[in-house]
């Protein structure tokens, strides 16, 4: 039995999110990948993931894992597998590890990003992977606030309902607001993220950067624990998962004078 | 009547090219726009345009004109124009202009841009918008090739058949290269072009890139006027026009310096 762990790229779009879902509401990203595992060497394997992305969320650096007794060369499983596979997911990287390496419990920390196009028309362009804001944000402002919302906090405030967690202390190590030809990204780096946080957070910062919210109210809104004091889940479209780290590597190092394309 | 010059902006992905079409091949740029108009102010018009981009080409910056009757003040066009036009093309800019300009025979230079996707695997980001070239190309050796491509030349090896053009004789201002995080963007601005023109450059640029053609090899084949010196059409989806200039701005002084994203 080997232990392989695959760094994945998709484009969201067209999926009911990452896990397989039991009824047949459309296909996802982990039940794509098993049937075409299975196409490919005959066994039936089940998929860990480092991020379960909703419906519509993508990802450039996303990390699953499995179990296999398949005897498949590592540096063969990309090739074999992407020719196989729609256009809209691509390994990206394949390689065996220690049998304990799990791509969800092992993970240290996670970096999403959330592109928004504010431009006054919407860019045809980025239309299916950044959320459509036409009012000028102030991305000053966004930054002033996303300040306040890194470091230890308990998130309750920002988690939706249905999530599994029982804990809401989470850390966020760092929150970047960039701006680069009209485009917006919001990132965030994180140790782990609760349900629907990240586009919880990049609602909020919406709401700064439209001055609906100032950032000096940040705390209090961390502090009140009141899911209603963070109003906006932002659309699922622009949220993309671009990394999940599994070293000691901090990431207070790593993403030290951080410019945002940098990672990517 | 009033003329009425419209910039406009499309993923090419899902029609079939700018021009309509007499017999039903399926949408078009110029059938969409046109029955929109029809639609919003109930009135027949046929567009002219800077550039009939092919199926799958994309435009950021194209131009069209139209002689109407209809009232709408040209502020509110971009918008009314925009309810009614699927996601993929949008109208961002709408103005009333003297009744001789004509989109296509008053255009001084353009500019389109090609884009490559040079990573090993595809960017299911970029898919719909670069051409997925997995050899690594040297850039250095493409932007040598593309300075003896510059100046003004007969361009009949780099013209496909079936153009409608009697001379070939144009000019190219600018022809740059340049490589940013993996993707390789070709930028061309020139006077005119001829039948598939850029898309051959581009092809003949990438068999400079893979070292199949040396750049000193350039004078020869432009000299030669033989169309077979040129083999490589490069796919449509790389192809987007991102700008008319209708001025008598110089070229030379708007692209001297030029970073590739400036403009866009």
């Known amino acids: 039995m080997r232990n392989i762990r695959l760094k994945v790229a998709y484009d969201g779009t067209n999926y009911h999110g990452f896990q397989r879902?039991?009824?047949?509401?459309?296909?996802?990203?982990?039940?794509?990948?098993?049937?075409?595992?299975?196409?490919?060497?005959?066994?039936?394997v089940t998929l860990a993931t480092a991020g379960r992305t909703d419906t519509g969320v993508h990802a450039s650096g996303q990390v699953v894992n499995f179990m296999t007794q398949a005897r498949i060369p590592e540096d063969k499983i990309p090739k074999a597998f992407n020719s196989m596979l729609p256009r809209d997911i691509k390994i990206l990287q394949a390689e065996c590890v220690s049998d304990d390496f799990n791509a969800r419990w092992s993970a240290k920390w996670k970096?999403?990003?959330?592109?928004?196009?504010?431009?006054?028309?919407?860019?045809?362009?980025?239309?299916?992977?950044?959320?459509?804001?036409?009012?000028?944000?102030?991305?000053?402002?966004?930054?002033?606030?996303?300040?306040?919302?890194?470091?230890?906090?308990?998130?309750?405030?920002?988690?939706?309902?249905?999530?599994?967690?029982?804990?809401?202390?989470?850390?966020?190590?760092?929150?970047?607001?960039?701006?680069?030809?009209?485009?917006?990204i919001v990132s965030c780096v994180g140790d782990g993220f609760l349900y629907h946080m990240v586009r919880i957070i990049v609602g909020t910062l919406m709401d700064v950067g439209k001055g609906r919210i100032r950032p000096q109210e940040i705390p209090e809104i961390i502090a009140s624990q009141e899911r209603r004091r963070a109003k906006m889940i932002a659309p699922a479209h622009g949220l993309s998962l671009v990394h999940v780290n599994y070293t000691e590597e901090s990431p207070f190092e790593v993403f030290k004078d951080l410019r945002i394309n940098d990672l990517t």
Chains 1, 2 share one sequence.
Not at 128 to 150: D, K, R, S, T
Not at 168 to 183: A, M, S
């Open 111 to 184: 970096r999403y990003d959330y592109q928004m196009d504010n431009k006054p028309i919407q860019d045809v362009f980025t239309r299916l992977y950044a959320c459509h804001v036409p009012i000028p944000l102030n991305v000053a402002l966004m930054q002033e606030a996303a300040n306040l919302l890194e470091g230890r906090h308990n998130f309750k405030t920002f988690a939706a309902a249905g999530g599994a967690s029982k804990t809401f202390e989470r850390t966020i190590y760092r929150l970047l607001v960039k701006e680069d030809h009209g485009l917006i």
């Open 21 to 44: 879902q039991h009824e047949t509401h459309g296909p996802t990203i982990q039940g794509t990948l098993e049937s075409v595992w299975a196409r490919l060497v005959e066994e039936e």
